[in-house]
């Protein structure tokens, strides 16, 4: 599936401030980026802090004033396997050493306070078929509703409170994996037919051997997803992280599918997107 992403971003800086950006679509094995553009407008010096083990692509700039972003990009997302169901957990021993934090406990998946209840709850379940039950309870006992959580609200919250946003659907999926000996982290992306259209926030499992994407909401198809940054919750993979103080203006996001023909396909240098 080929997609065209969009975001722009609009702030005011009553003072200088540094500013980091992840908004950039990530080059990872699972999607290819065809072509980008990343705007300041008015211009500033970006430097450039680019993960080259993650694929991330991660951009500071120094803002002060009226300050709007954009960016946009052509990215073709490869196939994904969608049976999560009948794959395998790994033994912790056999993990590999960048999955082992992503078992640990954070700021927004306190998964150490859950054990008891994930074992209760999910005990009956092994690997791919716990993390299908664990979607299912979310789906049947969490409401998606706007306003019910901040910047401040971790999955224990969301437990309580029965109600949340994808930023809280994903902290409480991860916070169950990693209750269950399954390595669970946050993917910030861009997902197509998700309606209102925004940045998306969902999560990866590691099962049978790779790490496998998963849309604890059920509002955005895996396929559609193009993945931005991975991290320990949501605290790593904000799509601006402001050193200093700013009011939003306005932020508008978007994700549409480009139609690849014959004709596109045969002539790759004649596309055009947007």
Not at 227 to 256: K, P, S, Y
Request: hydrophobic content about 45%.
């Amino acid at each position: 599936m080929r997609l065209f992403v969009q975001a722009s971003l609009a702030y005011r800086f009553p003072h200088a401030a540094e500013v980091l950006l992840l908004v950039e679509a990530a080059r990872s094995p699972d999607q290819a980026v065809h072509d980008e553009h990343l705007e300041i407008s008015p211009a500033a010096d970006l430097a450039r802090l680019d993960d080259s083990l993650t694929g991330e692509r991660r951009a500071v700039f120094t803002a002060q004033g009226d300050v709007e972003v954009t960016y946009w990009a052509t990215v073709e997302v490869l196939a994904r396997d969608p049976d999560l169901y009948h794959a395998a957990s790994t033994r912790v021993r056999d993990l590999p050493p960048d999955a082992l934090k992503y078992l640990r406990a954070s700021k927004y998946c306190p998964s150490d306070r859950f054990e008891g209840f994930v074992q209760r709850e999910f005990g009956a379940y092994e690997g791919g078929a716990k993390v299908a039950a664990i979607l299912g309870w979310l789906s049947n006992f969490i409401e998606y509703r706007a306003g019910a959580s901040d910047a401040s609200t971790t999955a224990l919250d969301t437990f309580v409170d029965r109600a949340g946003v994808c930023r809280d659907f994903a902290h409480l999926a991860i916070t169950f994996c990693r209750a269950a000996q399954i390595p669970a982290r946050a993917v910030s992306a861009y997902a197509w037919n998700l309606t209102p259209p925004d940045m998306h926030l969902v999560a990866e499992v590691y099962l049978g051997g790779r790490w496998r994407l998963i849309d604890p909401t059920g509002k955005a198809p895996t396929e559609g997803i193009v993945r931005v940054a991975t991290g320990l919750d949501a605290m790593d993979v904000a799509f601006m992280t402001i050193f200093g103080e700013a009011e939003l203006l306005g932020q508008t996001f978007a994700v549409t599918e480009i139609e690849v023909g014959p004709v596109a396909l045969a002539q790759p240098a004649a596309e055009t997107a947007g």
